[in-house]
């Protein structure tokens, strides 16, 4: 119930330079996720957002205050970590009372708060039970519990189902989605898993090496990357890339030849541009057998995955793969055209790996 605000927050750790430069606006109540590879900055931004961290450069401003110098205890957020930590010692109630415990709320009080947030995630059950007496997925939820029930302004999650098995993982997935708009909290959530960054997200922000590449919709990082590295990092399989050469109103695919698609003419014009990467996601595009107009290639590989294929298909030595109907069927090498939707094709910049239009708004 809060918008966050990071103005140009910097981040070192000694000579390291962690968070470069962050600016980042979470609207109220959305599903902000910080998706990257390991040690990109995720975790240090969140802790940073909470106040564990203190940025070497920058401010942050829940709606107009400044917190930037607020110790995490005054900033009214809800923490989960990737391991949830729960007190041992402590019975499933005592750990969820234990943030209202140390605000010296009432005892009746605290009775009925602990009550309703188990309720909410079906661990009414539990409450007398100690940590170990727990699977992980409950003690997943006591965790989460454990930070809602102070109601914060900010839920800030670090990774919170990664340790859990991947059936448990997509069922806690949909249930904290809907928990989190039905609660109307401001949510930031780290993760490196792409699926989960789609799947639950408002908005997701790419980062990598302590810079924001990307933040956009699920559908507009998914099908509009900025970078090569956005494309590849979304998506399973990845974008395809291959490398190819303008040729007046083609693109030239090593031995094959494609037409400038529309929405790149007159980018490709204005800067006169040469050599470019051309990418494509693996459901954009469509196998037809033998020799037509589209990309020539040999079938490679073929590998059912129940309701569909992936194909990969050699171009001259050069893979990409391709999703095909399950129906259908290949046999190893045989020749193939690979037709892409143009309207779903990016082009990239040899060198900077960036989206043309990007290059061109520049
Ligand atoms: N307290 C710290 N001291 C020194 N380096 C750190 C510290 N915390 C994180 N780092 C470094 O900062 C980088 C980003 O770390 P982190 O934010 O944990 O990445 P992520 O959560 O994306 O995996 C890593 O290279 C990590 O080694
Ligand atoms: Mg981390």
């Known amino acids: 119930m809060v918008e966050i605000t990071l103005k140009g927050i910097t981040k070192r750790f000694g000579n390291f330079l962690a968070l470069d430069n962050i600016n980042l606006k979470i609207n109220d109540r959305e599903f902000m996720a910080l998706l990257g590879p390991s040690g990109s900055g995720k975790s240090t931004l969140l802790y940073t957002i909470a106040g564990i961290y203190r940025p070497t450069r920058g401010r942050i401003y829940f709606d107009d205050r400044d917190v930037t110098d607020i110790p995490p205890k005054d900033r009214n957020v809800g923490l989960v970590f990737q391991n949830w930590a729960l007190y041992p010692h402590m019975t499933v109630f005592e750990n969820i009372a234990f943030p209202l415990e140390l605000r010296k709320v009432p005892r009746d009080e605290i009775e009925r708060k602990v009550r309703e947030v188990a309720k909410m995630l079906h661990i009414e059950n539990l409450l007398h039970r100690y940590p170990w007496q727990l699977s992980g997925g409950q003690q997943q939820r006591v965790a989460i519990a454990r930070a809602l029930v102070k109601e914060p302004d900010v839920l800030l ?34 993760t490196h898993d792409q699926a989960e960054a789609l799947a639950m997200a408002d908005r997701i922000a790419v980062i990598k090496e302590g810079k924001i590449l990307q933040v956009g919709t699920p559908n507009e990082v998914y099908y509009k990357p900025k970078y090569k590295f956005v494309g590849w990092f979304l998506g399973n399989p990845p974008m395809n890339f291959v490398e190819a050469e303008v040729e007046g109103d083609y693109l030239r695919v090593y031995s094959s030849r494609i037409p400038v698609p529309s929405h790149y003419r007159e980018i490709i014009e204005k800067l006169g541009i040469k050599e470019v990467i051309l990418g494509f996601r693996p459901h954009d595009a469509q196998i037809v057998k033998g020799v037509g107009d589209g990309l020539l290639g040999e079938v490679y590989s073929f590998e059912p995955l129940g309701r569909e294929q992936i194909v990969t298909i050699s171009l001259d030595g050069v893979f990409i793969k391709v999703f095909a109907p399950e129906e259908e069927s290949f046999t190893f090498g045989e020749k193939v055209t690979v037709e892409i939707r143009e309207d779903r094709i990016i082009l990239f910049d040899k060198e900077k790996e960036v989206a043309l239009e990007y290059l061109y708004k520049d």
């Not at 999650?157 to 109307?184: C, H, I, M």
């Open 157 to 190: 999650l670090d990774e919170p189902l990664s340790n859990l098995d991947t059936l448990l993982r997509l069922e806690v997935r949909a249930e904290l989605k809907r928990l989190q708009k039905e609660l109307g909290i401001t949510a930031v959530y780290v």
